[in-house]
């Protein structure tokens, strides 16, 4: 492993265990106060932890994390939906969206996108949410492997008639 790899390696870890700090402080924080008996007040909100909110979806329709991009060696191999892994298509896989959904998946620093079909199951490394094509990384500005900071949108989904076959 050379330097450039473990440094990169080291910043992700550090940026992670302080992500996990920050919730751990955020939850401790927002613990609340019991209000006073004479005057109600209206709740406030909970605090939500930083960490949970880099996983939260910001609504039923996006959510944002850490995407890593397939590797070639995946090349023809069937993935979860029974479709051949192909690096150059504009697929991604997920662990919860159904195969075939439609995805916008936009760089947070690069502000590329690109627009992806789920048609596999991952990804399996904790803390991150999708796993990109080769064709998809690059689309968003992956020039080479490694992680990158991404909002995920839903653009569609295919019908339940769809899904239902998909999965017999």
Not at 7 to 36: H, N, T
Not at 125 to 132: F, V
Not at 147 to 152: I, S
């Amino acid at each position: 492993m050379n330097a450039r790899r473990a440094g990169r390696i080291f910043a992700v870890s550090l940026s992670l265990s302080l992500a996990l700090m920050a919730s751990q402080v955020g939850a401790q924080a927002a613990k609340p106060a019991d209000p006073p008996a004479a005057a109600p007040a209206a709740p406030a909100a909970p605090a939500a932890p930083a960490a949970a909110l880099a996983a939260a979806p910001a609504s039923a329709d996006a959510m944002s994390g850490i995407a890593a991009v397939y590797g070639s060696r995946f090349a023809g191999r069937k993935t979860a939906s029974g479709a051949r892994y192909n690096p150059n298509a504009l697929t991604a896989a997920h662990n919860t969206l159904p195969f075939g959904t439609r995805v916008k998946v936009t760089g947070v620093k690069s502000k590329r996108s690109a627009i992806v079909v789920i048609n596999d199951r991952g990804p399996t490394t904790a803390g991150r949410i999708i796993d990109l094509s080769s064709a998809a990384a690059r689309k968003i500005g992956m020039s080479r492997p490694g992680l990158r900071q991404v909002t995920l949108e839903v653009l569609s989904q295919p019908a339940a008639k769809t899904r239902k076959a998909a999965k017999q």
